[in-house]
């Protein structure tokens, strides 16, 4: 489409020339006239008789205006349409602290994306990835940005009106820190700092002032969530028992000393004062039997913003009612969503769905302006960061209206990154999703995680497996492989890449989901013919499937992603290389004689969980220790 863009250009003009390719316009006198206009009020965009029109307040605004523009002109020959934003703060936290820290060209293509979206907010989760000047092992050999690099990434956001915000720890989920020499004097717990211990705030400080010093913003997100632990290690020893709430209110003004010297605007997760103000001794997460009394209240430092966390409840009125208690603390806090990326292969988007959509309904209903959309990496960033984009293409039409669908979200999708994989990046929940396991996954069930992981002669899962899955689980993840294989071929790079990591998957759990029950029956049987060709053949050929996922795998690492923390999933990978040549070997000495019996496959199969025993596949587990087998690897 040729346009000629003409008035108030100024703020735009090189946020434009970045979106030009992804929109598909270029700019000439020849071009459709479209007048831009900065002014106060909604965001508008109309072609009445062959002239446009974009009229938008703050710099953000333009450029979703720019996409909508567009996707209006080649649907419609004339339109005027209104907008009025919902959110004064909107846009993702990428963990960048779980092994993989992403590489700037790829976080640069995240802003474009957030740019058309009309996303203008940006938080970098780095509890360890960020330089601090004279702490050489501070993000030592774990792909730490450098000032330069922070810098740059400011700079492009800035022309696009976006904001970054950092975001640090200054109490807990600092183990990838504190497990180095230098901070010995300064540990709680592995993951956790001593509270009053004169050098942990000289520690602060610099982390501080190195993680604001790239950054336009005076804004910073200090952390402080989880710390269930605090008081209770080397403190405890120093000091005795003293209530937690008190140790959290003394740490907190402290760290908020050094940010007031600084001239910062911080904030911090607010559930560790449900938690320490809970009347409830076992609750987990914001529960609302809290005490908040005058007293209490009047003991929590002011000048802090609070982010309330929930990644999963699934009713608005609940939602509004937590957000009323935070209320109670003196100002409105920011919320913070999730788009459940972490601790699986895939993105759970049935999860993501029915939890953010009441969400930020309540979040709108209760008159709060801030919202962030949490991806977070636990247990090694096994899924790439790039599929969270139709969950940002979520928290963006919600910025901006409250009918939200499906169709809505396909089509400003494809307007906003220039490609037609809303259905299948949202799809790849069916990795997860699979027969058995229930429609949405709220329990957050993995199984392409734990059946591509477990080993195939202990087979910690297979007890989940049998019946019903056994039948099921072959086809459904061939059929899948099948649809990433038209979703590459399709994809531009880097998401053909992606996709063809989850076809080679698909293959893999298509072979090995239900190998180890077979091998079990057909031992048990004593059919040592059979056993043999499973080890002359087809777990040979199981590992070569795996080497080539693996291989795919790390062709997408690489292109995203700074090449630290790769050697973790690589460590991963190969430990399931050499599990099934130790099968294949195993199998072989038994139907050749060599061993009597094979003591793996003598031990009966128990569940994983019987707690999932009406419904076998739906098992949540942390992570691949647990997984691989049931003796520590650590």
């Known amino acids: ?23 598909k316009i270029e700019q000439s006198e020849n071009g459709i006239p479209v007048q831009i206009v900065k002014r106060s009020g909604s965001l508008r965009v109309s072609l009445e008789n062959g002239q446009g029109y974009i009229a938008f307040a703050e710099q953000h605004h333009f450029f979703r205006a720019l996409g909508l523009f567009v996707e209006y002109a080649q649907e419609m020959g004339r339109f005027d349409r209104t907008e009025e934003p919902r959110f004064d703060f909107n846009g993702p936290m990428l963990d960048v602290s779980r092994n993989a820290v992403l590489k700037l060209e790829t976080i640069k293509q995240m802003i474009r994306y957030m740019a058309l979206m009309g996303l ?94 790239p950054f336009r913003s005076k804004r910073i997100h200090i952390g402080m969530d989880e710390a269930f632990g605090l008081g209770l290690g080397r403190y405890l020893e120093r000091n005795g028992y003293r209530e937690r709430f008190s140790i959290m209110n003394d740490h907190v003004s402290k760290v908020l000393d050094i940010t007031q010297k600084y001239g910062l605007k911080p904030m911090i997760w607010s ?12 609750a987990f997460h ?24 929930d990644y999963g409840n699934r009713d608005q009125s609940v939602h509004e009612r937590i957000m009323n208690r935070h209320k109670e603390f003196g100002s409105v806090p920011l919320f913070a969503g999730g788009i459940h990326i972490w601790g699986s292969m895939s993105p759970n988007y049935g999860k993501t769905w029915m939890s953010t959509h009441p969400a930020l309904l309540a979040c ?76 949405g996954n709220h329990y957050m069930a993995k199984p392409s995680k734990y059946l591509l992981w477990q080993d195939i002669l202990l087979g910690l899962f297979d007890k989940h497996v049998e019946g019903d899955a056994e039948n099921t689980l072959p086809e459904h993840y061939a059929k899948l492989g099948n649809w990433w294989r038209t979703s590459k071929e399709k994809a531009a790079a880097p998401f053909d890449a992606i996709f063809g990591v ?19 029956r057909l031992y048990r049987d004593d059919r040592k013919e059979d056993l043999r060709k499973i080890a002359e ?26 090449p630290y923390g790769w050697e973790v999933l ?49 098992l949540n587990v942390s992570g691949y220790h647990r997984i691989v087998s049931a003796s520590s690897i650590i």
């Open 1 to 23: 489409m040729i346009l000629h863009l003409y008035g108030d250009l100024d703020l735009v003009e090189a946020g434009i020339q970045e979106l030009a390719s992804i929109v």
């Open 120 to 213: 203008n907010g940006l938080m970098l989760y780095t509890e360890d990835t960020y330089e601090i000047p004279n702490r050489p092992y501070f993000g030592y050999m774990r792909g730490r940005y450098t000032t330069d690099e922070l810098k740059e990434l400011d700079d492009y956001a800035a022309q696009f009106g976006i904001e970054i915000v950092p975001c640090i720890q200054t109490l807990a989920h600092l183990a990838s820190a504190l497990k180095w020499p230098f901070a010995s004097a300064m540990r709680d717990t592995n993951d956790i700092l001593l509270v009053d211990e004169p050098q942990t705030y000289t520690f602060i400080e610099e982390m501080i002032s190195a993680a604001t010093a």
């Open 271 to 282: 559930d560790m004062y449900f938690h320490f103000l809970s009347n409830d001794q076992h």
């Open 286 to 309: 914001y529960n609302l039997n809290v005490d908040f009394s005058q007293e209490r209240l009047e003991q929590i430092p002011k000048d802090v913003q609070f982010v309330y966390w």
């Open 364 to 439: 709108k209903s209760e008159g709060i302006r801030e919202v962030l959309a949490t991806a977070w990496g636990d247990n090694g960033q096994e899924t790439n960061h790039l599929v969270m984009l139709p969950g940002l293409q979520l928290f963006a039409e919600h910025g901006y209206s409250d009918d939200v669908t499906d169709a809505v979200l396909r089509t400003r999708f494809a307007a906003c990154t220039g490609m037609d994989l809303f259905d299948d990046i949202v799809g790849l929940k069916e990795m997860d999703e699979v027969p058995g396991v229930e429609q």
């Open 502 to 520: 989850y076809e080679k998957l698909s293959g893999v759990l298509a072979s090995k989901a239900t190998i180890g029950i077979e091998i079990m």
């Open 537 to 562: 053949f087809r777990l040979p050929a199981l590992h070569k499937q795996v080497d080539e996922l693996r291989k795919a795998h790390s062709r997408l690492w690489m292109l995203t992603n700074k």
């Open 570 to 618: 690589d460590t991963r990978y190969g430990g399931l290389l050499a599990r099934i040549s130790s099968a294949c070997q195993r199998l072989l000495d038994y139907t050749e004689g060599r061993e009597g019996r094979l003591e793996e496959l003598e031990c009966e199969r128990l569940p994983f969980d019987t707690e999932f025993s009406d419904r076998p596949l739906t």
